[in-house]
């Protein structure tokens, strides 16, 4: 059974709704979100399309819901289980309410099983849920039964042998050689920056060369610690490393460590490893003078710092003062990766300064025109997509004062992002550049808020273009959900606000639609980064960067994307 409605499960649903039960528009409008709805409707008139009626709302709530479509305990989804509930005879609630009663209580009047049934918790797949969709008629996955659990997340894991990969390219498997040349040289005092353009696969590169190096020493109770920003990050990190670990056929098995949301570690489990681990628990554990973290930094035989343009942080800077006083100057090897298409040299010199390390970069050709632009040779071998540029001027303008932008991160604060998300002409632009795009040409969108995501989703689910919106407040499983779908191919967009910077991989993905602003460079290549995958990695061989430019008066920096200005295969200015 799919985790994503089918087509069929999305009809059968809205004859049940519409016609069976009959469920008031007022509960679906309320459900859907009576601003949304009187928006929706002023923007599709100025596209020239029709008002939505009670049935076309219905649909797209059963789309935009999914699975979830009768879960949680807000009032307005329990008014229409409330209403469902209702249509069923005094036997068939009854029976339902003997099999699924209410906790110390006592009910033998079909007219006070009403409300306990209504209130009762909805969990995901559970007894509740499928007896609830089984006697109403409906689909089964609406119960949520259906929606993909996450993979084991122990916070220990035993991986055992033998998984066959692709073999490395040739400038991978060079950067490779020479990571291991250094670190055979300098012993365990070496240092490197290890830079390959996104999607150029940096993290499978260190993955091989480290656990290549170290093998040895995890049965001697040594550490691999691996340090990301995100869980996305961190669980990408574990599945590459078991991937590497299974394909070299070591004889013992590699013990990973899940170092990150929260997770414990207890001392009877160390026995070396690698730890992957986030940098806010290393810094928590840090504070508290963990004694598990001692041990692991006392046995440490390298760590690697991914996404290290952050390294800069004090958070790393504590804890590496942890590992000197623990291991004194003979600290074990550093190595960070970046990626740096659209920054200046200073970036990378400022991390090279740092960690007092070497700079490894991939040598690819020595033709002068790949030495003077490296990304060139990478996207005429097929290893990255080529990047067509559309800056999309909307034509407005808005007021920037000096505290809307965040020194320290270069991000336009929340204000001024909620104030671009209402602007009814903005958005009007947004879906009619989006609706020219090619019908089922896989498309991310990045939104300015949570509400501009969901809001433009379902403007482009009312269009009939399938969308789902995603946000750091959505539920991992339907998380999860959504992306599967969008990878397959169920979707077309899938709109996001706060994710899918970094750990997100769909290597199909054809347009990139940035409608939120940005004057962070490290942003807006992570955000261009997740299309960039090009055919030899399983992507495609162009993909096109749509740039929504206002005019925002006195903001004192250039937005990021006008720092790529070298970065794009070609750029096009459209209005």
């Not at 033998?108 to 008629?137: A, H, I, Q």
């Not at 998300?421 to 958005?427: F, Q």
């Not at 993905?509 to 807006?524: H, M």
Request: hydrophobic share 40%.
């Amino acid at each position: 059974m799919n985790a994503f409605p089918t087509e069929s499960d999305v009809q059968r649903c809205l004859d049940l709704l519409c016609n069976q039960y009959k469920v008031p528009e007022k509960i679906i409008k309320t459900m859907f979100g009576h601003t949304n709805f009187n928006r929706l409707n002023t923007l599709l008139t100025s596209l020239g399309k029709k008002r939505i009626d009670p049935t076309e709302l219905t649909k797209m709530l059963i789309m935009e819901k999914g699975a979830y479509l009768f879960a949680g305990s807000d009032d307005a989804v329990r008014e229409l289980r409330k209403h469902l509930l209702r249509q069923l005879s005094k036997s068939e609630l009854t029976n339902l309410y003997e099999r699924n009663p209410a906790t110390n209580k006592v009910i033998t009047s079909p007219t006070y099983m009403l409300t306990p049934l209504v209130t009762k918790k909805w969990m995901m797949g559970g007894v509740w849920p499928r007896d609830f969709v089984r006697t109403l008629g409906f689909p089964m996955v609406f119960s949520g039964i259906s929606v993909p659990k996450p993979a084991a997340t122990d916070a220990v894991v035993d991986i055992e042998a033998r998984k066959v990969v692709p073999p490395l390219a040739d400038f991978q498997q060079g950067l490779k050689e020479e990571m291991l040349r250094v670190l055979s040289s300098e012993g365990e005092h070496t240092r490197c920056v290890v830079t390959l353009p996104t999607g150029g696969g940096k993290t499978r590169v260190a993955v091989e060369s480290y656990i290549e190096w170290m093998h040895a020493g995890f049965s001697q109770g040594k550490y691999l610690i691996w340090i990301a920003q995100s869980e996305e990050l961190c669980e990408q990190a574990i599945s590459c490393i078991s991937d590497m670990w299974q394909e070299k056929e070591y004889p013992e098995s590699l013990r990973i460590y899940r170092y990150f949301a929260g997770k414990n570690i207890g001392e009877e489990q160390l026995i070396g490893g690698a730890v992957i681990a986030s940098i806010q628990q290393l810094y928590s554990r840090v504070k508290n003078n963990d004694p598990v973290l001692e041990e692991i930094l006392r046995n440490c035989g390298a760590m690697i710092i991914d996404e290290a343009h952050h390294a800069v942080a004090p958070m790393y800077n504590q804890l590496l003062e942890k590992a000197h006083d623990i291991c004194g100057p003979s600290l074990f090897p550093i190595c960070g990766l970046t990626a740096t298409p659209g920054r200046s040299d200073g970036e990378t010199t400022k991390l090279v300064d740092k960690f007092q390390a070497y700079l490894l970069q991939p040598h690819i050709s020595d033709d002068p025109e790949f030495v003077r632009n490296p990304l060139l040779y990478f996207r005429q071998q097929g290893y990255l997509a080529k990047p067509k540029h559309i800056v999309y001027d909307s034509g407005r303008g808005f007021e920037v004062d000096e505290q809307s932008v965040d020194a320290d991160e270069d991000l336009i604060n929340a204000e001024l992002l909620r104030v671009l998300a209402e602007d009814e002409h903005r958005n009007y632009q947004i879906i009619k550049r989006l609706t020219e795009i090619p019908n089922r040409a896989q498309t991310l969108v990045y939104a300015c808020t949570i509400e501009h995501a969901e809001f433009l989703s379902q403007a482009m689910n009312a269009i009939g273009r399938k969308s789902a919106m995603i946000s750091s407040n959505t539920p991992k499983a339907t998380r999860r959900m959504y992306i599967d779908a969008f990878k397959r191919g169920d979707l077309e967009f899938l709109f996001n606000y706060g994710v899918l910077t970094t750990g997100f991989d769909a290597p199909k993905t054809e347009y990139i639609v940035i409608c939120r602003p940005t004057t962070s460079v490290v942003l807006y290549e992570q955000i261009v980064g997740r299309g960039l995958r090009g055919p030899k990695f399983g992507g495609t061989e162009y993909c096109t960067i749509i740039d929504f430019a206002d005019n925002l008066l006195r903001l004192g920096k250039p937005l990021a994307y006008v720092r790529f200005s070298r970065f794009w295969e070609n750029e096009e200015v459209g209005v």
